[in-house]
């Protein structure tokens, strides 16, 4: 046990303060010596803790009549290690990953200039490095078995879930080349000449072919993981994206093939065209399975949101255990788990996510970012540590020529293959596009894992695999992780659009959508578009009935586009705090009058219903509102890392949806000039928004005093003021509602953002939405005065 | 494509191809269903495009058939309608769906924008005026929904009028309250569209379309 204290407080040692050492006192001996013969099976937790508790009464009835027992005083406070070691450590690993990261992200300069990855395999490499100094055993961390069944899922799943559908399936033939035909090259092309190479030396010719091949096969495989890592801090554009990560997606398939192919044939003798034959079958099924065990798992998640409408809570666990499930049945039959991942986030997500609710949904995102974020880290890590204990045997021949194959076969794969694909493709593949395709070929901790499989007995030579591999990690994600940024600057890459879809860009995705279908329904040819259409109907007609449930299932892409963007703008607006001007260049002050054709004149009998408010009585209470709700401000949200959308369903917007519909209904039932209606109340959105896991926003509090509840009573002979003021809310409400309805909607065009105020006039004018929103949180403009006059 | 090329014995599709840019196999493929459509006939009919039963199922069918018959797609500045088109229509309609090419520089790549822009514009602006005005985009999003089931036409109504408003805000930026936004001209459309890349996106492939697999 003085061991495992001892490295425990070495492995701590970069992060827990000096003090906590001391505490690790050796225990006196009667821990272990005086209870050792007492110690009975059933007494024994674990493997060899020792029961603190349980002691005393087993010594009492100690059945072998140990009388040598002495009372001895009660053990106040003891300590006890091995009890919760295994947590312990796995929670202080955790916790290192974490504090790094936070770590990095302090210091500016440096996330600038490296790479996240390379900073966290130098820490690995840190720790590793104490903890031998120490005079400890390095854990073996990056255990395979760990490593597969517990580190890469949570990445793994992050990506399918959120994989951009659109770009993917566009471009799926050109993944799937680069992913099959590019990897199976590779590995040829490594394995081939490595074993040609070891033939012509003296020390490496009992490497035989297999091993070889099998050695190119582990390190051939462009790794998601460092692919990730590295690409999301470059910021390219889509198309590559999409292209250099759908391919280190789809090569698990492959490599899982072609690893157990050498694996097993490796002692077993040459490989026939048989084996070889089988092989293909092997890797259609290991794909395809994959592909249809993540499909099923997705379907049935799918089916299974359907009815959670009254446990919320419990929504979030549905997809994650799903999908790891997904993950495990796959790897049980020897299936690509990578892919079946992949397949069930993809397949589950648009069903899911119509059926859960906001909340649900704000946790699967949070939850999965999180996860993969810590998962990546501490890969990164524990490479470095392993780097540090693996035993290496270093061979400056096989290593150098390894690093150098791996580079070559990548480009000339990657030129070839564009070559052949460029004459199927639409929008081609340039060549500064094939460079970063080449040069963001990064390997990874899968590799690493792969080679640790190996068997030592089969493959003798499996310590110089291992440093070789590790070599050619280190290489790529520091070399080409390091550089691919400037280099991204220098060749002037085409880099992520950054701005916000539009509702023009939606309405003409789904026109053009449509326009193709039709003129290939004209031209008389079966293309692209037919069958995504067909595709399209199916699922519209039968699977969407099956897996979402209520009316959602019916609601057209185009109108969830346009509510989603309209509960985006409303949050943003109540969010800025509303006299906050947004920094806009061009500040537009087109409205909805703008653009309506002109009205003839209402009738007169309704004007006159409609008192004027004298000019001055306008601007005094135009002031005083507005000095009102500059006293309350919300600060702009800011999110880090994973770009996160603002959530429109964090706590209260449901409230302060109810009582905008209150409002407008009130309004509704007076004179209503508005061109445009607001969100009918049974929108799906709006349904959403009541039934959102919070109970309480439901009760809508009829007398409560924080509400400014408007009594409208035209009959009654109110005071003229009361009427004109229920006028100015009304006219105030109803401008409003246009512009945060419309105005609103006008999200940043691409030259610059815009906020849709008019200078002035909007503050106040959105004001009645904030006055809402701002009494009825209890907060300090609660006892003032000049409130009152407006509570009728 | 020189003239040394065989040419199946149809000079005219040298002319035709001069003018769309189409290869003689795709002129021979298209020539092929161009005749399947026309029932050997020399020419369509809108009859003709309401027969092919693939085509009943799309929303924005009248559109797609109303642009094969609008000159102003026939390259030339032409207007109004007509009631029969020819092959060399046909096919001057279909060149506008045809992929850019590799090596195109700045300027041909803006043109293709612009002719492809064009083509969207026309068929969104039913009149023939020169702008879209918010009846026609209130169309245009009616029809877009019009086979989801839905018929929620408040929706449709509502997110024309957005959209509208986008327009508007982008093309104008500054408007007095009492100004009038007459409608969508080309040049805001142009600009409204900065960023969507039309030119990758509105292509059919013509590659490989052979009359085995040409559908009824």
């Known amino acids: ?792 | 494509m020189g003239a040394l090329q065989s040419l199946h014995g149809r000079p005219e599709y040298l002319d035709l191809a001069e003018k769309t840019g189409f290869s003689f196999e795709q002129i021979r493929v298209l020539h092929e269903r161009f005749k399947q459509l026309s029932h050997n006939e020399e020419t369509l009919r809108r009859s003709h495009f309401n027969e092919i039963p693939d085509l009943a199922c799309n929303p924005i069918r009248a559109q797609i058939i109303e642009a094969f018959f609008d000159r102003r797609n026939y390259h030339q500045n032409g207007e109004g309608t007509v009631e029969e088109i020819g092959f060399e229509e046909f096919l001057v309609v279909m060149s506008h769906f045809r992929p850019p090419s590799l090596h195109m520089t700045e300027e041909q790549r803006e043109n293709v924008r612009r002719e492809k822009l064009r083509f969207v514009f026309n068929m969104h602006d039913t009149d023939n005026d020169g702008t879209i005005t918010l009846e026609e985009y209130r169309h245009v999003v009616e029809e877009l929904l019009s086979r989801s089931g839905a018929l929620e036409k408040e929706t449709a109504k509502s997110i024309a009028d957005a959209a509208m408003l986008e327009v508007a805000s982008i093309s104008m930026g500054h408007m007095e309250p009492d100004e009038f936004y007459e409608g969508i001209t080309f040049e805001h459309f142009l600009k409204l569209l900065d960023g969507f890349e039309i030119e990758s996106r509105m292509n059919i492939r013509f590659l490989n379309m052979d009359t085995s697999t040409l559908c009824k």
Request: glycine share 6%; net charge positive; hydrophobic share 40%.
């Open chain 1, 1 to 792: 046990s003085r061991q495992r204290r001892k490295r425990r407080a070495a492995g701590c040692r970069g992060v827990l303060p000096r003090p906590q050492r001391r505490a690790v006192t050796p225990l006196p001996a009667r821990d272990l010596g005086v209870f050792a013969d007492a110690r009975e099976p059933r007494l024994c937790r674990g493997t060899n803790g020792t029961v603190r508790t349980l002691e005393h009464a087993g010594n009492h009835t100690a059945a072998n009549g140990r009388h040598n027992f002495t009372k001895k005083p009660f053990p106040v406070l003891s300590l006890d290690y091995h009890h919760i070691q295994t947590p312990f450590e796995i929670s202080l690993w955790v916790l290192l990953a974490s504090l790094m990261k936070l770590g990095f992200h302090l210091i500016p300069r440096l996330s600038n200039i490296v790479p996240e990855s390379c900073l966290l395999i130098v820490v690995g490499l840190l720790v590793g490095g104490l903890i031998k100094l120490a005079g400890e055993k390095v854990p073996p961390v990056l255990d395979s078995r760990l490593f597969f069944l517990c580190l890469l899922p949570p990445i793994i799943l992050d990506a399918g879930y959120f994989l951009p559908i659109r770009p993917f399936m566009e471009n799926i033939g050109t993944i799937l080349m680069f992913a099959v035909v590019g990897t199976l090259w590779n590995a040829f092309f490594i394995g081939g000449i490595l074993y040609a190479v070891c033939q012509s030396q003296p020390d490496l010719n009992k490497l035989s072919l297999l091993p070889c091949l099998l050695f190119g096969s582990i390190v051939s495989a462009v790794d998601p993981v460092a692919v990730l890592a590295v690409f999301e801090e470059i910021h390219i554009n889509e198309l590559l994206h999409i292209l250099v990560f759908g391919e280190s997606l789809l090569n698990d398939a492959v490599t899982v093939v072609l690893y157990h192919l050498f694996d097993e044939y490796s002692a077993a003798g040459p490989v026939t065209v048989l084996d070889a034959f089988l092989g293909v079958i092997s890797f259609l099924v290991v794909a395809l399975g994959g592909v249809l065990v993540g499909a099923i798992y997705g379907f049935l998640s799918a089916f299974t949101s359907r009815f959670t409408s009254h446990t919320r809570v419990i929504e979030p666990l549905f997809v994650f255990v799903y999908s790891y499930m997904a993950y495990l049945s796959a790897e049980m039959f020897h299936l690509s788990g990578i892919m079946a991942l992949i397949s069930c986030g993809a397949v589950m997500r648009p069903y899911v996510e119509a059926n859960i609710s906001h909340k649900s949904h704000t946790t699967i995102k949070y939850f999965l970012k999180m996860w993969s974020s810590v998962s990546e880290t501490l890969i990164f890590i524990f490479l470095g540590v392993a780097t540090v204990d693996g035993p290496h045997s270093w061979n400056w021949i096989f290593v150098t020529v390894t690093v150098i194959l791996c580079l070559v076969a990548r480009v000339i794969g990657v030129i070839g293959l564009t070559y052949i694909i460029n004459n199927f493709r639409i929008v081609k593949l340039t060549t500064k596009d094939q460079f970063i395709i080449a040069y963001g070929g990064l390997r990874g901790a899968i590799a690493f894992s792969l080679g640790f499989l190996l068997d030592d007995g089969r493959f003798p030579m499996r310590e110089m695999f291992l440093t070789a591999i590790i070599t050619v990690i280190f290489f790529t994600v520091f070399v080409q992780g390091m550089t691919i940024k400037p280099l991204v600057e220098l060749l002037a890459v085409k880099k992520k659009q950054e701005a916000k879809r539009t509702i023009n860009e939606e309405i003409h995705t789904q026109f053009l959508d449509h326009l193709l279908t039709g003129i290939e329904d004209i031209c008389g040819h079966y293309g692209h578009h037919h069958w995504k259409d067909k595709l399209n109907r199916f699922n519209k007609k039968y699977v969407k009935k099956c897996l979402i449930v209520g009316e959602r299932s019916k609601e057209p892409q185009l109108i969830a586009f346009y509510h989603k963007m309209e509960m985006k703008q409303a949050i943003e607006l109540v969010e800025s705090g509303g006299g906050v001007k947004m920094p806009s260049a061009v500040p537009s002050t087109v409205s909805m009058q703008n653009i309506q054709p002109k009205k003839p004149p209402p009738a007169k009998s309704a004007e006159r219903s409609l008192p004027q408010l004298p000019k001055g009585r306008e601007e005094e209470i135009r002031k005083i509102l507005r000095s009102n709700l500059q006293k309350t401000r919300q600060r702009l949200r800011s999110y880090n890392r994973h770009t996160l959308v603002v959530d429109p369903y964090e706590d209260g917007f449901g409230d302060l949806l109810i009582k905008k519909q209150k409002m407008i209904e009130l309004e509704k039932k007076m004179n209503n000039y508005l061109t445009v209606p607001a969100a009918p109340p049974d929108s799906p959105t709006m349904c959403r928004a009541r039934l959102a896991s919070d109970p309480q926003a439901y009760s809508v509090k009829q007398s409560s005093d924080s509400v400014p509840t408007i009594q409208v009573d035209l009959a009654s002979p109110q005071s003229p003021d009361s009427v004109n003021v229920m006028d100015e809310f009304r006219r105030a409400k109803q401008q409003q509602e246009e512009e945060e309805e419309y105005q609103g909607l006008m999200m940043k065009p691409p030259q610059g953002p815009s906020g849709p105020n008019k200078p002035g006039e909007a503050d106040t004018t959105r004001d009645p939405q904030k006055l809402t929103r701002c009494l009825s949180d209890p907060g300090p403009s609660a006892d003032e005065d000049e409130d009152e006059p407006f509570l009728s």
